[in-house]
């Protein structure tokens, strides 16, 4: 593909300042890795001259052996239950969230009477509720998933109600003056509007649906990531804990980066359709 000049050769300002931007971005990916290289390599450094004890920080060359070591073992299985946990905690929350958000936006009066609940739950620490989940649900993965879904649904129903509620009010009134209901409102305005506070909710609820199973298989497990990190604090294997604490980062990471694309997507599409016609 050929670049576009102004007729000289030279770039036009247009792709000059496409390649600032891509300059730009590889600069801040480079530094990006540069600085994890330093972290891993000055981490393994101190331990290996004796600065930094091993025993209480683990090194990163004996956290990839006991991974190594746990994937001949069972290490799968325990990541597949708090990667199962986090997926259902992670979907019934958004779900449930975004539901109850437009059922709110329907009934005003709803909206109002609901406002001081959802700041006072919002506020509310969940861990404390521990107890009472294994009392209401019973010990394992309900009471793990839940506390993922306690965690993330209010945030979500504040954040999507937040969005439904920025619709843009010419937008609204031109709609109700052509006799538009209010159900149509929600479909041809509200809800795309609210599009980029959903995505944003994704995007949050992926660190504290992690967040919540862990604290519930903190609370009560026999298997899963939070599980081994329960465990080895207790037996002091703090290669254990180091190692499983790494694979929750990495598959947070993952999840992330697998909404963050959907959002790109999203843009790049809804772009696309703006874009005029080429004649």
Same mark, same amino acid.
């Given at each position: 593909m050929k670049r576009?000049? #102004?007729?000289? $050769?030279? =770039?036009?300002?247009?792709?000059?300042?496409? =390649?600032g931007v891509r300059r730009?971005? @590889? %600069?801040?990916? @480079? &530094?990006? %890795? @540069? @600085?994890?290289?330093?972290?891993i390599g000055l981490w393994e450094l101190l331990t290996a001259v004796g600065w930094i004890d091993p025993f209480f920080t683990s090194s990163p060359s004996r956290i990839i052996a006991t991974i190594a070591e746990l994937m001949a073992d069972d290490f799968m299985y325990h990541i597949g239950v708090t990667l199962l946990e986090c997926t259902i905690g992670f979907t019934v929350s958004m779900a449930l969230g975004s539901a109850i958000a437009v059922c709110l936006w329907l009934s005003e009066a709803a909206q109002k009477i609901a406002e001081p609940y959802l700041v006072v739950l919002n506020a509310l620490p969940k861990i404390a509720l521990g107890p009472l989940l294994i009392i209401w649900v019973g010990s394992g993965a309900k009471a793990i998933v839940l506390m993922a879904v306690l965690i993330c649904i209010i945030v979500t129903v504040i954040s999507v109600l937040e969005g439904l509620c920025s619709a843009a009010p010419d937008k609204l009134l031109l709609l109700r003056s052509m006799g538009a209901s209010r159900l149509q409102l929600l479909r041809y305005a509200v809800l795309p509007s609210a599009v980029p506070a959903f995505l944003s909710v994704l995007?949050? #609820?992926?660190? =504290?649906? &992690?967040? $919540?199973?862990?604290?519930?298989e903190y609370l009560v497990s026999g298997a899963g990531l939070g599980y081994l990190i329960v465990y080895g604090g207790q037996v002091f294997k703090t290669d254990l804990v180091m190692a499983a604490t790494v694979t929750l980062c990495a598959l947070a990471a993952l999840m992330y980066g697998a909404v963050a694309l959907a959002e790109r997507l999203y843009t790049r599409s809804k772009n696309k359709r703006r874009a005029p016609d080429k004649i």
């Open positions: 576009k000049t #102004n007729g000289s $050769g030279e =770039l036009t300002p247009h792709e000059r300042y496409l =390649l730009g971005k @590889l %600069i801040v990916r @480079l &530094w990006q %890795i @540069l @600085l994890f290289i330093a972290f995007k949050i #609820n992926v660190g =504290l649906s &992690w967040v $919540g199973t862990v604290m519930g």
